[in-house]
């Protein structure tokens, strides 16, 4: 679907083409732009997010079908249901945590504005409001909310992510067999991963893991823990920037040998190796 012309300053994407330059940077991040619900498509299915507690089932087992052709496994019911969970917060904490990091702008996103489409798990996004600080050319711009400093800002970012998965964790608690400190350890996971993850694309790591701490620097309920990064010593004199997941996404569960690099199953001796292999461009960014 072709990115649609702005209808009012804040639709569709944010000033300065924030929302594009994010999909640039951020090849796994797959979301269109909508002013309205997304249109219907052929080979398309998509489901509202304010509407998962009628339809998480569909979706679950989309997922499965998926994991199957994709890994030649079936997974289990909680596996496939963590791993779809995990792919939504990833994305819809980068969504908004993107705009926050390059342009200091937090947008407001609602359940009722995100669609999934349960055959591939892409999204679809009807931008709306968004706050941001005093300085901000776009200060003005009708329904912007301006907010007193950097503090505050930061502050906004977790209420939104807080206030947008609330619901979706009620409806998926069951089917991941998982308590609510874990189901938060996960969307802890997935917003210090995104704003990692965009550093990373960035070539500026060390701003983007500095970044990451200032947002979750911890006792920040209702996110269980820090970002908590640290460095590990490489074997050729660099180091390395790591951290342990404090939720899991169970994808050891599909492919035993190669769980994520930040999975408390991974010793340092192994997220060295893999680390170094994926500077070097044999192996894909670290997850």
Known sequence: MPETQLIRPCAVDLPGGTYRR?????PGLHVELTTTEPPAEAGRDWISVADLDRCHERLIAEETARIQAGYDCVPRRHVAASRLLHHYLWSLCLLVSGPWYLDRRVPRIRPEDVWIDSRTGD??????DFACLAGDLAA????????AGEDELRAELRAVVAEHVTPLLAVFQSALKRGPRALWGM?????????????????????AVRA???VLPGDTPPFPGAASFRRLPGTDGRTHQTRTRLGCCLYYAIRPAEACVTCPRTSDAERVRRLERQDAGVDSPAA
Do not use: Q
């Open 22 to 26: 994010l999909t640039e940077r951020s």
């Open 123 to 128: 999204l679809a996004l009807r931008p709306g």
């Open 140 to 147: 003005g711009l009708p329904g912007v909310r301006v907010l």
């Open 187 to 207: 969307v802890t996971d997935d917003l210090v991963s995104g704003i990692w993850h965009l550093g990373r694309m960035l070539c500026e790591e060390d701003a």
């Open 212 to 214: 990451a701490g200032a």
